[in-house]
RNA sequence: CGGGGUGUGGCGCAGUUUGGUAGCGCACCUGGUUUGGGACCAGGGGGUCGCAGGUUCGAAUCCUGUCGCCCCGACCA
């Protein structure tokens, strides 16, 4: 490729809008556009990258016996009622009326398209177990994009679903494409990727493991045990909390004006948020009735476990009107708790001595003793956990950090192929539902997130797997003919075995090398007046930490060997 | 959907407070000089200032409405 006719504008400041190395490098380097928000056009540079993951992910599914197919990615509203999820999942699903009023939808994930496809087409038990995968677009109606490709709406995915005839071969499977996944984020060069326990959410089923490539710029909040192999999403996480002792007091009131939260709860009295109790009012999405969550002051509500709890989902009471509480002094001590669901934390189990709201403006209580004070049927988990923590497995403290998902598998069990139908004869001739798995992959995240871990101040270090070229030939003084003349022999000879771009632009030398730290080609060859006329030119890796001159018939042995050294 | 910010050429921004008919840097085009980390000189092209109304002799600037984008939150296979 010559770099003159390539499309896409280079430039050196960081737009505005991006705030991700990601994101800025994409945009700087002429590798995306954004045309809506969560939207983007792919220009060259990142359409090759892009391929190459592909390539990775085909070769690994196809090791693990996947069939590529292609689902539409507009289908019948029919199928995603028959699933139920044409009415449980919100507006992230784009839903729209054909030309003869048929409800249709964007697929946002397949696994109604794949049932369909699949139960037509495999009636026997010796079909099973079978995978079929596809690399394709979807479309979510995310309510709020960011990120650059980190959190868009339309993005390429490679989704997968395997088919089986007992859990055992599921697990089995499971297990097989968890290792294929490890084998496909390395060979891409992403390093700090695990899988952790989580919530299998909209998709149904049981078991479910997050890929998370472990950034600070991630959304999503994971907990893993230093001592042991335990790793969850924040959202499932458990610990065994924290247990102080506390001496027993008696209950008093307190005048507390003004003291509307845990924070200032706590400064006032002068003790430690975990010696006091909070207060959390949500409302059910299913009947609008009040819900309150007492826990431990220096704990936080776990939305997603409450959820599970509820059955159904939970928000955040935030429009106080017509809620018969004393918000600010909320607490379960003498609570009028008529029409209120009210749930306790475990933390609280056992707990004495705390401060909390005492249902009346500008008081609280002291003293109060939870096994002594209340008479309390349940206490539940629905707590976050907190950092330091034990591990409910070795004991050992947690730690928090952030990550990026960049893929997912599922245990689906029978939710999609029972409710769509999907029957086999076994081999007694009886009918039977097969189980599900579901395996994904976000091919645009996956590419941020290598930029995000292969990057230094000048743009992306693409690893040779995955690098739009390998080679990018920088000519310092091209209007030399000897210069440009061996400049255009070595392009046309390197071509024959790599992806060269060859930068014919006649830019200085600033120009170039910024350029080419953009679009990061593993493998540079800089050719100048000064080193050709000394029989050699300069070759340097991206990363800059090799960098040698060599002689003019040794090039080719040379890429060899750099290549052979690069990541 | 709530809160905040912002919208002026491809990119980054000034001008808006106090209305007078649009400017800077980068990028782009032409010619020349240059060429080892974003060169220089000269000339040039490109913007009805997000959009729609209104006020005014006159609006990028004031008023009303509306839309886009960004950030935080809610949400998220």
Known sequence: MLLSKLLGERFKEKPAE?????????????????????????????????????????????????QEVLFPVVLPAELWQESGRFDSVGSELVRFKDRNGRDMVLGMTHEEAAVHLARGEAHSYSRYPFVIYQIQTKFRDEPRARGGLIRVREFTMKDAYSFHTSQEDLEEYYQRAMEAYYRIFERAGLSKVISIQSD???????IAHEFMYLSDGGEDTIVYCQGCDYKSNMEVAVSNIRKEEAQEEEIREVHTPGVMDIEALAEFLNREKSRTLKAAAFFRRDNEKPVLVFLRGDLQVNETKLRKILGTEAFPLTEHDGVDLCFGYIGPYNLNAENIEIIYDRSLEGESNLACGANKTDYHLTGLNVSRDMKIDRFVDVAKVNEGDACVHCGSPLKVSRGIEIGNIFQLGTYYSGSMGMQYLDEKGKLQTPTMGCYGIGVGRLLACIIEDNHDEYGPIWPKAVAPWLIHICVLNQSQPEVWGLASELYETLKKDWEVLLDDRGESAGVQFADADLLGAPVRIILSKRNVSGGQVEIVTRDKKIKKLVPIDEIRQAVEELLSQVK
């Open 18 to 66: 991006a705030f991700m190395a990601s994101h800025i490098f994409m945009l700087r380097g002429g590798y995306v556009r954004q045309v809506s928000n969560g939207i983007f056009s792919l220009l060259p540079p990142a359409v090759k990258v892009s391929q190459k993951i592909e390539k990775i992910i085909r070769e690994e599914m196809d090791a693990i016996d996947g």
């Open 200 to 206: 299998s959410g909209m998709m149904g089923g049981r």
